[in-house]
């Protein structure tokens, strides 16, 4: 795996003689005139779109899925750069034996002018999520007022990490 660690999120939650629960996951920064394409909640959160690769799929496979899952937007394969890895180190809250490793893959995609159907988990729809365009600094201070869950700590991060990327790379 040749992507750049952007940061660890570690809760030290764990021992080191724990069995090792390892989710690979990939996330979508799609952004078109200043604007990213985001999940919105009906809280008013944001979500970058993405989620776990299925056993089989290529990296590509699986971030033009579930950013059609997610927000109906479809991927240019071509267009995808690597951008950097967040990893989430703690214990698993499903199963407190384990030990979960999450490492979330970020890409920078363009989409098409296509809008397709989504395809939501339930705990998506009851959430209210559904495709926002917003400006990075909306999507960080609305996400730091709101912060009540992991995914939106290691949203926020990446997105900072990303502010500062962006002006170095141009």
């Not at 779109?49 to 997610?70: C, F, K, N, Q, T």
Request: net charge negative.
């Amino acid at each position: 795996n040749l992507m750049q660690t952007i940061l660890i999120l570690d809760e030290k939650n764990y021992t080191e003689d724990m069995p090792v629960f390892e989710r690979f996951v990939v996330r979508a920064l799609i952004e078109k005139d200043g604007l990213f394409a985001m999940q919105q909640g009906k809280r008013g959160e944001y979500k970058i779109p993405g989620g776990g690769m299925d056993r089989g799929e290529s990296i590509a496979e699986a971030l033009a899925r579930e950013v059609v899952e997610e927000t109906g937007l479809v991927v240019i394969p071509e267009s995808m750069k690597t951008l950097g890895e967040i990893l989430e180190i703690r214990r698993d809250i499903f199963d407190e034996k384990l030990k979960y490793i999450a490492h979330s893959m970020h890409f920078a995609c363009e989409v098409t002018d296509e809008i397709l159907e989504t395809a939501m988990t339930e705990s998506e729809k009851e959430k209210g999520f559904h495709l926002a365009w917003a400006d990075i600094d909306t999507i960080i201070e609305t996400n730091e007022r709101l912060m009540t869950e992991k995914w939106q700590l290691r949203d926020v991060e990446f997105l900072k990490w990303y502010r500062v990327y962006r002006k170095g790379a141009k």
